[in-house]
């Protein structure tokens, strides 16, 4: 009887345990949506991001997004129209490269047409520093 006691008692700390760590992730998160590159990002402090590849950035530079869609502080969400006014997210670049190689094959059968060429997509990896 003592055991399956330890046993309840252990999965209702446990329980309880999940749903603090739950409420505080989820109530404190801050968070953006960013646009750049044409593209929507859901961004975060701490979090690494990989975006299209941004002009005259080298490794360790700060970049300044500007163009906030959606800013959320954990207590409060400001939802912009089209943009938040006066809000910015911060963040480090930190890496400049290519793509994986995406093969790109024209044929066209009894014609003796056939062209391949590769293509590699530049990228910059940014780490987000701020939300402000």
Not at 20 to 35: E, K, P, R, S, W
Not at 74 to 85: A, D, Q, R
């Amino acid at each position: 009887m003592g055991v399956i006691s330890d046993i309840v008692a252990f999965c209702q700390s446990m329980v309880l345990a999940f749903l603090l760590y739950f409420v505080y992730y989820i109530g404190i998160m801050n968070f953006a949506v960013i646009q750049t590159g044409s593209k929507q990002y859901k961004v975060a402090p701490g979090e690494s991001l990989v975006i299209e590849k941004l002009g005259d950035t080298k490794k360790g530079d700060k970049v300044v997004f500007d163009q906030v869609l959606l800013v959320n502080s954990g207590t409060k969400t400001s939802v912009g129209m089209p943009l938040v006014p006066g809000a910015t997210v911060e963040a480090t670049v930190v890496e400049q490269g290519m793509g994986k190689k995406v093969t790109v094959i024209r044929y066209r059968q009894k014609s003796r047409y056939f062209k391949k060429n590769g293509h590699r997509q530049p990228f910059t990896k940014v780490m987000i520093d701020a939300i402000k």
